[in-house]
């Protein structure tokens, strides 16, 4: 029985590594793929936040690096995500009795353009936006910053993640 087992294993293997099936518990399809590069996200929002482009791009590149097994490179990958942050806008949300804010909301939106090198019928260009919203009473430095930041990117790595290799 623990011999029958091991065979029933042993093929189930063969058979999934001679298949080339690429399997992650992400849901993440990289096909023959076998390296990424994100390139440098520039910031050309109206209002442009310091550091944002660099914390973005890494943000991406992480995700990906977590997600697959795919090796990070500077060029020539066979999946390239690039693009721009076309949107960094803080507005009010609500307003009190007092007809003042009660909550602001910052926006962040980047433009991406995905290719893939091995399978061109992927690749795409779209944008992705996200918001975190915050009491009007705070300003968004410190700690109020850090958070909206990582919400937000968390969010849009994972969107585009989601469209270019979870294919949902």
């Known amino acids: 029985m623990k011999q029958l087992k091991y065979s029933i294993l042993f093929t189930l293997c063969v058979v999934i590594t ?3 099936v690429q399997y992650s518990f992400t849901g993440a ?5 076998k390296t990424f590069q994100v390139n440098f996200f520039q910031n050309n929002a109206d209002l442009v936040e310091p550091g944002l482009d660099i914390d973005f791009t890494n943000a991406l590149q992480d995700l990906i690096q977590n997600q697959t097994s795919l090796s990070l490179v500077n060029s020539g990958g066979d999946l390239i995500f690039e693009g721009e942050i076309t949107e960094y806008r ?3 949300m609500t307003a009190t009795a007092e007809n003042t804010a009660a909550q602001n909301r910052l926006t962040i939106g980047v433009n991406v353009r995905y290719f893939n090198i091995k399978d061109t019928e ?3 260009e779209r944008n992705f936006s996200f918001f975190f919203d915050y009491p009007a009473n705070s300003q968004l430095i410190g700690s109020t910053k850090d958070e909206a930041f990582e919400v937000i990117f968390e969010r849009l790595t994972q969107d585009i993640f989601n469209a270019s ?4």
């Open 18 to 20: 001679a298949c080339k």
């Open 122 to 124: 992927k690749d795409f």
């Open 29 to 33: 399809d990289t096909g023959d793929a």
């Open 165 to 168: 290799l979870a294919n949902w």
């Open 90 to 92: 803080i507005a009010p």
